[in-house]
């Protein structure tokens, strides 16, 4: 099997985008993909310029045909179960049904698993009415009365940022307490809040109407922030020697850490979009992470040597 010059894992915003700047630069590519980009259940892309209100589905279709015409590029369907790096510097990567490709350099670009509270109602609400990035979503919800399901520092921050889209703001701490300190942060920012346990999300379809709480009662809810904590969609990034952040208490992100050029620790590995990201994670992030590291394997490959 021909050594190829880079694996990308993962083919959504940033993958692509690695790929890409790949392609032009001459390096033999395949790109594995699974088929879950996160932000597909989005009914649009929010802030990304010159894709701004376009539906996801849409953009990675015209992406997926634009780097179909580079001929040193492969886009494959699949998942991948296993890559190592051999002792001369080089990885083999395994995927499901058996077969083994090699390469000079690997970028993971596998996105993250969203986690976000058990509530009955979020789930199907998931990227519409209810969302985690108010920079991606804000715009939609403007001037609408808008709840933020959150508690602690964290809570208090998201309502106190969501300002710039609406003055109608409630933190809604599911049950835990605030402190003092807290209580009058929200007061000073005229920021509602609401300390009892959500029962349930309520509303036509995808839409919010209203939050639905433990005893009975409503509020008149239209759009949901949600913190929601991203950890890892496989064990590659560890496998691989790569050093994975601790979540944070803001930004709750279980990251590959990584250099200014995408680079991790492990010399020839790389990683990009919100896999490797310690900011709240776009497509425009994902789309420049990962074309610093495709440019960044390009360097590398180039130069025939790791580093």
């Known amino acids: 099997m021909a050594m190829k010059d880079c694996i990308v894992i993962g083919a959504g915003a940033a993958g692509l985008s690695a790929g890409l700047t790949l392609a032009r630069a001459r390096r033999t590519t395949l790109l594995v993909d699974a088929g879950r980009p996160s932000n597909l259940v989005a ?11 376009q539906a996801p589905g849409e953009y990675y279709a015209v992406a997926r045909a634009q780097l179909a015409a580079y001929p040193s590029v492969e886009l494959r369907s699949g998942e991948v179960l296993q890559a190592v790096r051999n002792d001369d510097g080089t990885f083999a990567v395994t995927l499901a049904g ?12 596998p996105g993250m698993n969203y986690r976000f509270p058990d ?15 108010p920079f991606c979503r804000g715009w939609e919800a ?23 889209w609406t003055d109608r703001i409630t933190l809604l701490t599911n049950g835990a307490s605030l402190t003092g300190d807290h209580r009058d942060l929200l007061a000073a920012g005229g920021i509602a809040w609401d300390e009892r346990p959500v029962a349930v999300l309520d509303g036509p379809g995808t839409d919010l109407r209203t939050v639905a709480f433990t005893d009975g009662t409503d509020l008149a809810v239209t759009a949901l922030l949600v913190k929601s904590t991203l950890y890892q969609r496989s064990t590659l990034a560890r496998d691989l020697g790569a050093i994975l952040t601790a979540p944070d208490e803001m930004l709750s992100v279980e990251a590959i850490a990584v250099d200014a050029m995408c680079r991790t620790a ?20 994902a789309i420049a992470s990962g ?5 960044a394997a390009t360097v590398q490959t180039a130069a025939g040597s790791l580093r």
């Open 43 to 53: 009914t649009s892309i929010g802030g990304l310029s010159g894709h701004d209100r």
């Open 266 to 285: 492990v010399p020839g590995l790389y990683a990009a979009g919100d896999a490797a990201t310690s900011v709240p994670p776009s497509m425009a992030a």
């Open 98 to 109: 058996g077969r083994r490709e090699w390469a000079r350099a690997v970028i993971l670009a």
């Open 142 to 164: 403007r001037n609408q009365p808008m709840g933020v399901l959150a508690s602690g520092a964290v809570g208090v921050h998201g309502a106190l940022n969501l300002r710039a």
């Open 291 to 295: 074309y610093l590291a495709g440019a």
């Open 119 to 133: 509530v009955p109602g979020l789930a199907e609400r998931w990227g519409t009415s209810a969302f985690h990035c």
